[in-house]
């Protein structure tokens, strides 16, 4: 009886041993705040809830993290954005130290097609304007060259990007280390 209570006790412990994270396996949760590469800023926290790992030890945790890096859009320069996340808690409540990466996010920019449709159509107004009334020229070719200039400015125009509420995002976790309470 007694070894059968001791094989029981270490089959316990055995099971709990193995729900504690690990590195190198990914995970998944879901942002609890939006994030816009217009006004985020380095050192912005951050949190993922309803924590997942891929190998289903861990279920119900809590990420937390920060902004490491932005860019917001502008002419010419795309959006930027990094996140990394430094602390787990598990659902019992245990802590871990992590290194964790993104690797994944639901992240969603505007379409730049309206602005240069509009950015052409401009160009062939102010296009056709210059060419008559400066070069008095005829034939279309301002039109012409003010549209490609009108799209090129447009074009080179950059969204920004927007990791939106209650989208997931997945993390790597590249070291984890307990920590005590």
């Known amino acids: 009886m007694k070894l059968l209570f001791a094989a029981s006790a270490l ?25 816009d590469t217009a006004n985020a800023y380095v050192g912005q926290p951050i949190t993922l809830r309803d924590v997942i790992s891929e190998d289903g030890n861990v279920t119900g945790a809590i990420l937390t993290g920060r902004v490491e890096h932005v860019v917001s859009a502008g002419p010419g320069r795309r959006a930027e954005l990094e996140m990394v996340f430094t602390k787990l808690t598990l659902a019992d409540g245990a802590q871990y130290a992590v290194d964790g990466v993104v690797t994944g996010m639901q992240a969603s920019t505007k ?8 950015g052409t159509v401009a160009g062939v107004l102010v296009g056709n304007i210059i060419a008559k009334s400066i070069f008095h020229a005829s034939g279309g070719a301002g039109g012409f060259l003010g549209a490609a200039g009108g799209y090129l400015i447009a074009s080179n125009m950059k969204e920004n990007m927007v990791v939106p509420n209650d989208s997931v995002v997945r993390v790597t976790l590249n070291s984890v280390r307990r920590q005590t309470p």
Not at 29 to 35: K, R
Not at 111 to 118: A, D
Request: glycine share 10%; charged share 10%.
């Open 11 to 35: 089959a316990a412990v055995a099971v709990l041993a193995g729900a504690a994270p690990s590195a190198d396996t990914q995970y998944a949760g879901v942002i609890t705040q939006s994030i």
């Open 111 to 118: 379409s730049n097609v309206g602005r240069e449709v509009l």
